[in-house]
Every structure is written in C-alpha cells, then in structure tokens.
C-alpha cells in the first residue's frame, strides 16, 4: 500500500513539477468549449440545448491528452522496468497510474467546468450535476484510459490508436453523463444518471487496472 | 560459449544460488544463444562479455524475470523463478542502460521515491556514490557519469540477493569506477550475487567470466 501510495505522490509531484501538461488539458477543453458559440450562434437557446454534450465531448477528449504519455515517459527512461520489478502487483502499478492521471487531469478540469459551462450558456441550476456527472466520467476514462495506454505501450502511432480504443468505451458515459445534465437543467433529479455512471466507475475500478497490468506484463 | 575458469568451478548445483538451465532466446527469428547453462554460488560474480547483440543485456532482462525465455528456467535455489515472479523481483536489483530517473525530481527525491518501494535510507546511499552535495540538484543538470552514480546508489539502498548489472561503468570517471569496488564487495561478503554484463573492466576480483 505504500508503495502504491508513493506511486501515486510520484505522478503528482512530476505534474506539478512539469504543469504544461495538465495546463495544456485544461487549456483544450476551455478552447473547444469556446468554439461551440462560434460553431452554433450565439442564440441561448440552441447554446443551452448542445451544451451537455458539448461539454461531454470537450472535457473526455482533454482527458485523453495526456494518456498517450502515461506508460510512455517511464517506458522511454527505463522507469517501467523498475516498477515492474518493484514488487508492486502489476495491477497496482495500473491503478496507482490511473489515479495519477485522475487527480492530475480530471480535478484540473472539474476545475475549469464552471468557465466551460458558462462558455456553453448551461443554466447555473445544472452546474453541479455537471461537476457531479463529469467526475465520475473523469474518473472512468481514466480508468479505461489506462488499459488503452498499457494496450498501445510500445505500438507504433500509439498515441492515434489510443483514442480509437478508449473513446467507444466511453460513448455510455457521455450518454448518461449527458443526460444528467439535461435532467438538472429541466428541474429534474439527476441522481439516476449519476447513480448510472457510478455503477460504470465501480465496475472499471477493479477490472481495468487487472487488465491494463496484464498488458503490462505481456509487453 | 565459453566459461573462465573460477575458483569455484567446481561448484555443483546443489550448492548453487542462481541458476541458469538450457536458456535460449530468439529476438525476430534469430537465435541471440541456446543452451545456455551457469551455477552461481553465494557471492558469487558473473561477467558477461560478448559483442554488441550477443545477447548480454537480452540475458540480464531473462534473469530478471523481464523477459520470458523461449526455452529453459532460470532457477533460485532449485526454483524456477517464473513461478512466482513477485518473489524473485523482490530479491533482486536490475540497473539497465536507462538510468531510470525523472529529471524534474531531485536527487534525493529520485532515490527517496525507490526507498519508499524498497526501504533503506536516502543519506548513506547518496554518501556511497559521493552524491551528497547534488542531493538538492534536479536531476536533469546533472552529468551523465552522475547520473550513472545516482542509479547505482539505488543498488546501495536496502540489501537484496542478486544484482542485475548492464554496463554499470559507461559514463564513470576513473574515482567513480574505484568506489564502486566496496560497494560490490560489501555486497558479495553479505552473500549476494553479481551478474553484470560490461566491456570495461569491472572491480570484481575472483569473477567468473561468460562470453556470449
């Protein structure tokens, strides 16, 4: 456990120590935000209505940005091995990587959501079901994100294959993260949706992290 | 493949520590070596020597439990280590060609992050590679001999049985490469194990030598 634990400091201090990473996520996900108004019209309306999704859509693919350096920065200076040797199980190395990338990208962008959200004309009633619905996507992508980066360890034009083998995964997440944002907006509860896609994050917690090591291991 | 003579050539398996049965490695359809066969007593030292792509470093992974060979066991006291490779990571030290370091962190937050996975104290492994006035140095100023001494001070951490070697010299000034000698001796007196591949010569008196 404090090997995990250490694991876990390691990847925040280095993203602190190297923020242009987690800056340039968050940086993204504002930027596409902002694009939607100039896309669409600015009419409030319209904004209103494509603003669930569009936040969705904004904030899962400035998560992926920093997926494709998650194995690859420790695989190029001979880290992983080390890791792999350390005694860790192979899973815990995945999920403390997970978390890593969790805390270091997905709270940076529950961060900007209100500067996002604001952008996209979302009604302030809806703007905790979208930190709610948007932590708990954050958090599954990372997951499933992590599987994907073990997967494409090593592959040539990894860092393009990466996002076709993550982002299916994530369609439900969009779905009912999406959804939940709607229902707040119209004054409906939330909590279905949100309690939908806490059962997505239970069920990748255990399993991605066995996965993405036993991608690992066969490296 | 042929085996110096040691003095402990006459060791039999019964006694050994880290043994190698029948190791053969294929890299993209090429035989590197097969039938590869050694003993290693406790304190023991390996050399491994052989041209560029003989296969040292491909041995090294092998032994280490990094790589699968495709055929043969690599056996620790009469145990074949695949079995259960946690046991076997944990009794052993791997330093590759990579240094393994994070340039941003410093380097006592470099080694304190291994000590955090293994034990042992930060100041006597930094005191050992004469790296304690760059303790507060980021990493990335430094040279790549002092690089090289911030990775072999990881060996010096917390004790453990074998120690994987891959040119642990390149980059080394004249003084590093002398105290490196005690460091490899306290741990072969402790009864630990050395295998290092190298072209260099290493301060390891009485080693075996394997040319691949």
């Known amino acids: 456990m404090s090997g995990f634990l250490a694991l876990v400091a390691r990847e925040v201090r280095l993203a602190l120590r190297h923020p242009a990473d987690t800056l340039g ?79 270091t990208t997905g709270l940076p962008l529950l961060a900007a959501t209100p ?25 599954l992508l990372s997951l499933l994100g992590t599987v994907g980066a073990a997967l494409t360890l090593g592959a040539r034009r990894g860092s393009v294959l990466l996002p076709l083998l993550v982002l299916p995964l994530a369609i439900p997440a969009v779905i009912f993260g999406a959804a939940a944002i709607e229902a707040a907006a119209s004054g409906l509860s939330p909590a279905p949706f949100l309690l939908l896609l806490g059962a997505g994050v239970s069920l990748a917690a255990p399993l991605a ?10 490296e | ?93 791997y330093l590759s060609h990579q240094d393994a370091l ?7 937050e470099n080694l ?9 104290a930060v100041a006597p492994a930094l005191a050992a590679m004469a790296l304690t006035p760059l303790a507060d140095l980021p990493a990335r100023v430094l040279s790549s001999g002092q690089k090289r001494r911030l990775a072999l001070a990881r060996l010096v951490l917390a004790p453990a049985s074998l120690w994987l070697l891959d040119e642990p010299t390149t980059g080394l000034d004249a003084a ?9 001796a306290a741990h072969r007196a402790a009864g630990g194990i050395v295998v290092a591949a190298t072209h260099l010569p290493l301060p390891l008196p009485d080693a075996r030598e394997l040319r691949l």
């Open chain 1, 115 to 139: 500067v996002a959200a604001a952008l996209l004309n979302l009604p302030v009633e809806a703007w905790g079901a979208a930190l709610a619905a948007l932590a708990l996507a954050t958090a």
């Open chain 1, 25 to 103: 996520a968050v940086l993204f996900f504002v930027l596409v935000a902002a694009l939607f108004p100039f896309g669409v019209g600015p009419a409030p309306e319209t904004l209103a209505r494509l603003a669930p999704g569009a936040l969705f859509a904004a904030a899962l693919l400035a998560a992926l940005l920093p997926l494709d350096r998650l194995f690859g920065a420790d695989a190029e200076d001979g880290t992983l091995d080390q890791l792999l040797l350390s005694g860790l199980p192979r899973g815990g190395i995945a999920a403390a990587k997970a978390l890593g990338h969790w805390i």
């Open chain 2, 112 to 120: 304190s992050f291994f000590a955090s996975l293994w034990g042992g």
């Open chain 2, 1 to 93: 493949m042929t085996a110096g003579n040691g003095p402990w050539t006459g060791a039999g398996l019964a006694e050994s520590v880290l043994a190698a049965r029948d190791l053969s490695c294929i890299r993209g359809e090429r035989a590197v070596f097969a039938g590869l066969s050694f003993a290693l007593p406790e304190g023991a030292a390996l050399v491994l020597t052989g041209a560029n792509g003989a296969g040292k470093s491909t041995l090294l992974r092998i032994l280490a439990g990094l790589l699968r060979p495709a055929e043969g066991a690599v056996l620790w006291r009469g145990e074949d280590t695949s079995a259960d490779p946690a046991a076997h990571a944990r009794r052993l030290r």
């Open chain 2, 102 to 108: 994070k340039p941003a962190l410093t380097v006592a």
């Open chain 2, 176 to 184: 590093s490469v002398e105290r490196l000698g005690p460091v490899l």
């Open chain 1, 209 to 218: 992290p066995l996965a993405a090591g036993a991608a690992l291991a066969s």
